[in-house]
């Protein structure tokens, strides 16, 4: 089985699939003034194409499970955000194709700290965030209303295509 390292998340490696924020830690991010301020405003932290949809925010509640990729998806029309709440989550991606073949050559995977919110563009290989703690993960999911029926292609993983994830 192929296995891939969990990589720091920078903007340099996370470009091609996207973008993130730490909504729980923004410092990093610009402000409308001083961020040291009583109120201090982080405006337009991240954006989401939905596709003209309203978006729809839930929780996906992961137990912990061993770290291999079995599961793969993507949405053709739309955008996914997702952000880690109670604990640091490792995200795999895998850059838009034009095949519905599992690019298993292409998979690179992520640690997202708490609070950091994802964007995947749309087409970018992905499926659920896995925990790294011993204990459920719950992330918040931001999609179209129903987009998790009428946009996504979601397939089992060959066994000789899995990748085994190193933390």
């Given amino acids: 089985m192929k ?3 969990v990589q720091k998340l920078t903007r340099e490696n996370f470009h091609k699939f996207g973008s993130f924020a730490n909504f729980i830690d923004p410092l ?3 402000a409308t003034g001083p961020k040291d301020a009583v109120l201090a405003f982080f405006r337009d932290m991240l954006q989401v194409d939905l596709g003209g949809a309203v978006p729809s925010f839930s929780t996906c509640r992961i137990m912990p499970r ?3 990729i079995t599961d793969a998806e993507y949405h053709n029309f739309t955008s996914e955000a997702a952000m880690p709440l109670d604990q640091d989550a490792i ?3 895998a850059p838009a194709n034009a095949s519905q073949e599992f690019p298993a050559d292409d998979v690179e995977a992520f640690l997202v700290p708490k609070g950091t919110m994802i964007m995947l563009r749309p087409g970018v290989w992905h499926h659920a965030g896995i925990a790294t703690e011993d204990k459920p993960l719950n992330v918040m999911i931001v999609l179209p209303e129903r987009a998790y029926l009428n946009d996504i292609y979601c397939i089992p993983v060959k066994e000789e295509l ?3 994830i190193e933390f």
């Fill in 3 to 5: 296995s891939i390292k």
């Fill in 28 to 30: 990093s991010e610009p």
């Fill in 66 to 68: 061993p770290m291999v």
């Fill in 91 to 93: 995200f795999w991606c």
């Fill in 162 to 164: 899995q990748i085994a």
